[in-house]
């Protein structure tokens, strides 16, 4: 029997389509599930007629691979992948390499990729994104950890791989380590901010305006012809024309209590690590835990006052205003997930290209828009950009829509409509253009309390000072604060 060039361990949802998607690009593929009775169901189903190899056993699965075998695990996240890859090394050779393809932390795929090398193989953490869809038909492939691995892993991957609008894979090697995880946690996180400002803009046209399902449908499909061109305006506009059996709008009979699987969590707390500012994104986790609260949301909304929203006028201004602002906080969201991808860059030594991620996002993944090309016209210009505020594109049109944006938050706000991501969006702005916040009253109250120190304005950075405010403190302080 002829080897197969690699192999999937794992066949759920994912594992499946990106089988079907490598075997319909010419490659011979092995798969193996720990239930038997899935790569029984799957071999004898759609895999039929295809260079698919099914095995029952781990030990027959690693037997059916060419060499250096290529192994990508499609398994959950956390001890089922450390389980997996302790049975694997004891069936493997020397060179070969294990792709991990799951949502795995990057933290874990730093550990791994020390611990696999060690002991003379290769191992390569791997992002994958596009869902069901993305997998079978082309997802965006974000790939790091053993570099010697890449040219063997390669050609599969950008031959699976989505291709954006000028035909360029949306697969590129991101680093060494845990670089590869961490840039599609990254994603994970700003698709969190895209869809929690959608559902915001969303939450306006319904209760301020007074839109149906339909009408706000028509917005978002026309939304989707500029620059908020993408594919979740693309699947909101679908989501709001779409009926229930009755007739009537499915969207309006869903619970409102949103899941989450834990890579948002994982960015902020990644974010907080690094100093990073991730203040819409933050909201927009949290946003999801408050909206989990169902019960306790209701027993509030009979307790708990507030205006009720009573528009009164023509509502195309409100809509263009909104529009506008939806773009001006996608920006401000995108330039907080690529400052934590930098400064992570450069704690991990991983050098990451900015704009090659902005390029493979473009097609494939879930969060994929024209306006990434801005994105990656910027960091081309510039890799070393110090904020995606300060590229001209990014400055001048953040200059023009902030007022619609300040126009929105306010607007909600006086009609009691909550916008977390929205004024997050605004209040990042405000606070980034103001050269003197209050944090000098800030740092005086921790001098007072706990001899915290502070630097000043007519000093150099660097050199660090205490007051004994009450004058029985004494001159002990404690150790430097830091940024």
């Known amino acids: 029997m002829k080897k197969s060039q690699i192999g999937i361990a794992g066949l759920a949802v994912m594992g499946e389509n990106l089988v079907m998607n490598m075997a319909s690009r010419g490659f011979e593929v092995a798969v193996y599930n720990r239930t038997s009775s899935k790569t029984k169901a799957f071999i004898e189903g759609r895999a039929q007629g295809h260079s698919i190899q099914g095995y029952y056993s781990l030990e027959e699965f690693v037997g059916g691979l060419e060499r250096p075998r290529r192994v990508m695990m499609m ?207 933050s909201e927009s986790v949290f946003a999801r835990c408050l909206s989990s609260f169902k019960d306790l949301r209701v027993s509030a909304s009979q307790k708990l006052g507030g205006p009720t929203p009573n528009f009164q006028g023509a509502p195309q201004s409100v809509i263009k205003a909104l529009e506008r602002a939806l773009y001006g906080a996608k920006i401000i969201s995108y330039t907080q997930g690529f400052a934590l991808m930098s400064e992570a860059s450069k704690q991990f030594s991983w050098d990451l290209d900015l704009a090659l991620i902005a390029r493979i996002w473009r097609g494939g993944c879930i969060i994929r828009s024209v306006f990434l090309d801005k994105i990656a016209a910027a960091y081309k210009r510039d890799p070393g950009l110090e904020n995606m505020l300060f590229d001209d594109y990014f400055s001048s049109t953040s200059n023009d829509v902030q007022a619609d944006l300040r126009e929105i938050v306010s607007t909600a706000a006086v009609a009691g409509i909550s916008v977390p991501c929205l004024s997050s969006a605004l209040a990042y702005y405000d606070g980034l253009r103001c050269g003197r916040l209050s944090a000098n009253l800030l740092q005086a109250q921790r001098d007072y309390f706990g001899a915290h120190t502070y630097e000043r304005i007519d000093r150099p950075r660097g050199e660090f000072f205490h007051t004994d405010w009450t004058g029985s403190g004494g001159d002990t302080t404690s150790t430097p604060y830091t940024t």
């Open 75 to 281: 398994l959950k996240a956390g001890k089922v992948v450390d389980g997996f890859i302790e049975q694997l090394i004891s069936l493997l050779e020397p060179g070969d390499i294990i792709i991990d393809g799951g949502n795995s932390n990057f933290e874990d795929t730093i550990r791994r990729v020390q611990e696999v090398e060690s002991k003379g193989f290769y191992y390569i953490g791997t992002g994958v994104s596009g869902g069901e869809e993305g997998a079978l038909k082309g997802p965006s492939i974000m790939p790091g950890g053993s570099q010697a691995a890449w040219q063997h892993v390669e050609p599969v991957f950008t031959a699976i791989a989505a291709k954006a609008g000028d035909d360029e894979p949306c697969c590129g090697w991101m680093g060494p380590g845990g670089a590869g995880h961490f840039v599609k946690m990254v994603h994970n996180g700003i698709e969190y901010g895209d869809m929690q400002l959608i559902c915001e803009s969303y939450q306006i046209m319904k209760e301020l305006l007074g839109l149906d399902s339909d009408e706000i449908g028509r917005i978002f499909s026309n939304w989707n012809q500029g620059d908020l061109d993408s594919y979740l305006i693309e699947i909101t506009a679908d989501i709001f024309t779409y009926k229930d059996a009755d007739g009537t709008p499915l969207v309006e009979k869903i619970l409102d209590a949103a899941g989450q699987k834990g890579t948002g969590k994982w960015t902020v707390n990644a974010a907080l690590d690094q100093g990073i500012v991730l203040s819409l994104i």
